[in-house]
């Protein structure tokens, strides 16, 4: 079992900058695929940005490309979410996902139907 906590949210204006962190539990961290996705009330939740249990591979919903940089730390069991050049589109709930480890390939995961553990999610606000 992977407990995910994220943390960092809050409200920014428009060009700022925000890192948002997921600590997570358990003995599997280091061997897991891990994710970040977003939600807005009344749609379905959004890929954001994917990466390989040992960081070797990452993938960045077009949007965020240029603007947005996921990193792990396995030794701390934590996942990163550098967020530079926020526009107010970048408004949503963001949730951390954990995938069960099932192999030694270097994979990244884009579908959230292939994460196992979800977080509780971090609210990132950005006005105009």
């Known amino acids: 079992q992977v407990q995910l906590v994220e943390s960092g949210g809050r409200l920014v204006q428009a060009g700022d900058s925000l890192r948002l962190s997921c600590a997570a539990s358990g003995r599997t961290f280091s061997r897991s695929a891990m994710g970040w996705f977003r939600q807005v009330p009344g749609k379905d939740r959004e890929f954001v940005v994917a990466i390989a249990w040992n960081g070797g591979s990452k993938y960045y919903a077009e949007s965020v490309i240029g603007r947005f940089t996921i990193s792990r730390d396995n030794a701390k069991n934590t996942l990163y979410l550098q967020m530079n050049n926020l526009k107010p589109e970048d408004t949503a709930v963001y949730y951390c996902?954990?995938?069960?480890?099932?192999?030694?390939?270097?994979?990244?995961?884009?579908?959230?139907?292939?994460?196992?553990?979800w977080g509780q999610g971090t609210q990132v606000t950005v006005s105009s």
């Open positions: 996902a954990a995938r069960s480890p099932t192999s030694s390939d270097a994979v990244y995961y884009t579908n959230s139907n292939d994460y196992d553990f």
